[in-house]
């Protein structure tokens, strides 16, 4: 395959996958700015490594997990800190089934206010949250993009959903104050 | 189960990651215990919520063009260089002639056959999927943005010089979001844009050059599927990133549409 047809094939395969890609880095990264760094870092990465992008595997989550890996070392060591404390408050599994505060979630929860709960989630929860709830990715995928065992995706997911929910039906109660 | 294992898999429940046999025993203990019910409830809640694609970044418009701009240039005057090194010995021209001629010669002996259409029907399929990908990146997905068949099908009237069919098939999850004109197979042709979930469909359609219906043939590569069939005088060209059972069933749809 000559140089053009590396280009068109790479444009034809990754290009679509620039909404996901910037989705991803958005919630990773917080900011617009940075989140188009991180896409921009990670297509140019993903140039320079296409020659280990196997045929008819799943590019995807080949691609996504670029993007995360990039977006990570950019968070650097104040967010690695932060991890480090999710990883110890994670052997802590009886707590999560406590009973849940008997609230109903306003169905009209607005967009921002959602926005608000993911974005205060810490990244290793958010970061599971997206790819399943916002980029509809299957356990394994998540796997794959994350590095992380699928029971860790399982168990982020559920402490991440509790999370929300607790977030998201504080939020009506102050709404109705 | 106990509600310690059903907090367990709850998520995976919701999430159809489940084998079918925890599946089972999750659906008894629920059945039973109210407690894990609400806990369902209040999972249900959360993910109705976030199943809101207005909740997703929407990619800022410059950065197509940022990335495009940034990646390796094709540099062509290599290529260029290459070539001039080669130099033809004055015999082979004759030679080449030759050759050229009988390939040709026996392309068309082998085409008569049919053998090629396989491969043709290949290539229109790798040019739908350009099509495809063209119209999703280039911000270009309609020309008349339109969920009503009746505004569709008046709109190609005297940009094309047939009249697609046009259908909406929005209550069986399909729905019409626009057409557009489109450029595939050296001819205009129309594009029919649908929605499925986040996905959204190309369908190309223009005449036949024969009456004969074609049924559903299935092409798949680089994650897009594509579905080609031929009915009622008209060429029927499916492309997206749905799977291959999604497309199936838009495809009878299409072909029944009542």
């Given amino acids: ?177 | 189960m106990n509600c310690q294992e059903c907090h367990d898999y709850i998520d995976a429940y919701i999430d159809n990651e489940l084998d079918i046999a925890s599946t089972i025993l999750v659906k008894q203990h629920l059945r039973d215990c109210f407690g894990c019910q609400q806990l369902l409830e209040s999972r249900k809640a959360v993910g109705a919520l976030l199943d809101n694609p207005q909740v997703r970044f929407e990619v800022p418009d410059s950065l197509l063009g940022r990335i495009q701009s940034a990646l390796p240039v094709f540099r062509p005057e290599v290529k260029q260089q290459s070539r001039t090194r080669f130099v033809i010995p004055w015999f082979s021209i004759p030679l080449a002639f030759a050759a050229t001629i009988a390939v040709t010669l026996g392309l068309a002996f082998l085409n008569q056959g049919g053998v090629f259409d396989r491969s043709h029907g290949s290539s229109i399929a790798q040019d739908v999927i350009s099509s495809h990908v063209r119209s999703l990146l280039a911000t270009h997905l309609f020309d008349v943005p339109s969920t009503d068949q009746h505004t569709v099908k008046p709109w190609f009237d005297g940009k094309l010089k047939f009249s697609p069919p046009v259908h909406d098939f929005a209550e069986h999850g399909f729905r019409l979001t626009g057409g557009r004109l489109d450029y595939l197979n050296g001819r205009e042709v129309a594009a029919l844009v649908y929605q499925r979930r986040l996905h959204i469909i190309n369908l190309f359609i223009w005449p036949s050059e024969s009456s004969r219906n074609i049924v559903a043939t299935s092409f798949s590569k680089d994650g897009y599927n594509v579905l080609h069939w031929a009915h009622e005088g008209f060429e029927f060209w499916a492309v997206s990133d749905v799977n291959a059972e999604d497309m199936r069933a838009f495809a009878d749809l299409e072909l029944q549409p009542s």
């Fill in chain 1, 1 to 177: 395959m000559n140089d053009e047809q590396t280009r068109t094939r790479f444009e034809t395969l990754l290009l679509p996958l620039m909404k996901d890609a910037y989705n991803l880095s958005r919630w990773l990264m917080k900011n617009q700015e940075d989140a188009e760094d991180m896409v921009q870092e990670s297509y140019l990465r993903a140039y320079r490594f296409f020659g280990t992008f196997h045929e008819g595997s799943n590019c995807r989550a080949w691609f996504l997990r670029i993007v995360r890996n990039t977006c990570y070392t950019a968070l650097g060591d104040h967010d690695l800190k932060q991890k480090q404390v999710l990883l110890d408050a994670e052997a802590d599994e009886i707590e999560d089934t406590s009973p849940l505060p008997p609230v109903t979630l306003s169905k009209k929860a607005t967009v921002e206010a959602v926005r608000e709960a993911i974005a205060a989630l810490p990244v290793d929860f958010r970061e599971v949250v997206v790819l399943r709830e916002l980029e509809g990715l299957s356990y394994k995928e998540i796997s794959e993009v994350s590095g992380i065992p699928l029971g860790t995706v399982m168990s982020r997911l559920a402490r991440a959903r509790r999370q929300l929910y607790l977030l998201l039906s504080d939020r009506k109660q102050h709404d109705q104050l």
